[in-house]
């Protein structure tokens, strides 16, 4: 069985203030794929980034950078300066090609104050 | 076709009605997957389905629900005699197939959020 856990259910920071999301997960596939979604206030699930198993790189894009550890399981999300706009709900979910079921995570409610 | 779409967009139902949510994918997808998000939560699986195929509805609950892809039109998730625990917002994803070697080509609609009243 997999399993996505999202401790942090709600963050509130004031804008400029960096913010990081933990996701930690659990599988018995070697070969997986984690997720990171964005859910605004509209309701819509905005695909972030698609991380795989076998590669170990951290990324960064924009505002945005993902810190993927395999030695703990985690695939944690940082947003540096944010701003009121990202305001929303994150999702962290993982999948494996031997599961074309998504595992979602509960979700983080970031707020960010002017 | 820019996206999945779902429609409606929001739907209020009273109890025991029926409620139908429709979900066209995208275009030369031929694989949908149905999410239910309940309040406070993440999303759960549902149902996968192919053209006229079920191919895992394990997320379903046994009883008022049901979905269809048929050969033409959009897959249909039906909710008979809605209750008020009916409520959430659910969400069609569609991928052109399942690629066991390049991972997931999920494509999410915006989703249709359910109200019973």
């Known amino acids: 069985a997999q399993k996505v856990t999202q401790a942090q259910t709600e963050i509130s920071v004031v804008e400029k203030e960096d913010v990081t999301l933990d996701c930690v997960y659990e599988?018995?596939?070697?070969?997986?794929?984690l997720f990171w979604y964005k859910q605004p206030p509209s309701g819509e699930l905005v695909f972030l980034i698609r991380?795989?198993?076998?590669?170990?790189q951290n990324e960064i894009s924009g505002r945005y950078s993902w810190n993927f550890q395999k030695s703990t399981s985690s695939f944690n999300f940082t947003i540096t300066a944010s701003q009121v706009v990202d305001s929303a709900v994150y999702f962290c979910a993982l999948t494996s090609p031997n599961d074309y079921k998504l595992s979602f995570g509960a979700g983080t409610t970031v707020t960010v104050r002017a | 076709n820019a996206g999945v779409m779902q429609n409606p967009r929001h739907l209020v139902r009273r109890r025991g009605q029926e409620a139908r949510l429709r979900c066209s994918p995208m275009?030369?997808?031929?694989?949908v997957y149905w999410y239910r998000q309940l309040p406070e939560e993440g999303l759960k699986f549902m149902v996968y389905l192919q053209k006229e195929n079920i191919i895992d509805e394990s997320g379903m609950p046994k009883e008022r629900f049901s979905a269809e892809f048929p050969k033409e039109g959009p897959s249909i998730l039906r909710i008979q005699q809605v209750v008020r625990g009916d409520s959430a917002a659910y969400f069609c994803a569609s991928s052109p197939l399942w690629n066991r070697d390049v991972g997931y080509g999920y494509t999410f609609g915006s989703g249709t959020r359910l109200t019973v009243v």
């Open positions: 599988t018995r596939d070697t070969t997986y794929y």
């Open positions: 991380r795989n198993s076998f590669d170990e």
């Open positions: 275009k030369g997808h031929s694989h």
